[in-house]
């Protein structure tokens, strides 16, 4: 599996290393495009999608050499759905009085799934390591999220003035709106990773090889 080298914390080298774990696991490419097709199911769509997303995180985190903890995979995968429905709530809420208080609570929440599949933290406690980790480094977070949407952005554009057959825009949605889940979610991985409230300094810690973390890690604490 994906054998990314030390990092020098950039933004650059997180979407490096992001595209290493996209490229180099066929399965994550598979479930993607499953997971944005799972929308089109009634009422039980968006509970799929969050779970694959959840199953995405745990292949990329295996990858990375990282292991879940503690509780099993089915309490992780209700505090995933639960944890999700209370940020969407949260960022709706927000955005609904005054926009900028949603895209700050979605923004600081990105890394809250990652929290619950790797660290097996409730929802709540995953919202709260979410905003801790992406203390200080928001701008980055920004970043490294423009230029992964920018990869899809242009064909999403395209698909939004050609006008196509049912079946055709069913299919153009699977494969644009599963790319951008798979890459999204490997990309959260790798920041939630990096974004370590442990580390002094955050990011930059993240190709400190001396440290004894796997693939160049912090090691846990």
């Known amino acids: 599996m994906s054998q990314a080298t030390a990092s020098d914390g950039s933004v650059r080298s997180i979407l490096a290393r992001t595209g290493t774990l996209v490229v180099e696991n066929p399965l994550a490419i598979v479930l993607g495009p499953v997971g944005a097709l799972a929308l089109f199911v009634p009422y039980v769509g968006p509970v799929i999608t969050v779970l694959l997303s959840g199953v995405l995180v745990e292949l990329f985190a295996r990858d990375l050499g990282e292991q879940s903890r503690d509780r099993s995979a089915a309490l992780r995968g209700v505090s995933l759905v639960v944890g999700s429905i209370v940020i969407g709530v949260i960022v709706a809420i ?70 196509v057959p049912l079946r055709a825009n069913i299919a153009l949605v699977g494969v644009f709106g599963g790319l951008m889940l798979t890459v999204t979610t490997a990309a959260t991985v790798v920041m939630y990773l990096a974004f370590s409230p442990a580390i002094e300094g955050g990011l930059g810690a993240l190709g400190d090889v001396s440290s004894g973390g796997p693939n160049g890690y912090p090691a846990k604490r």
């Open 94 to 163: 927000g955005t609904a009085l005054f926009v900028v208080p949603g895209v700050y609570v979605a923004a600081t929440s990105a890394l809250a799934g990652p929290a619950i599949v790797i660290d097996s933290k409730g929802p709540l406690d995953g919202r709260s390591e979410s905003v801790a980790r992406t203390r200080g480094n928001k701008l980055r977070m920004l970043a490294v999220f423009a230029m992964t949407m920018a990869l899809v952005l242009p064909a999403g554009l395209v698909h939004a003035v050609v006008t």
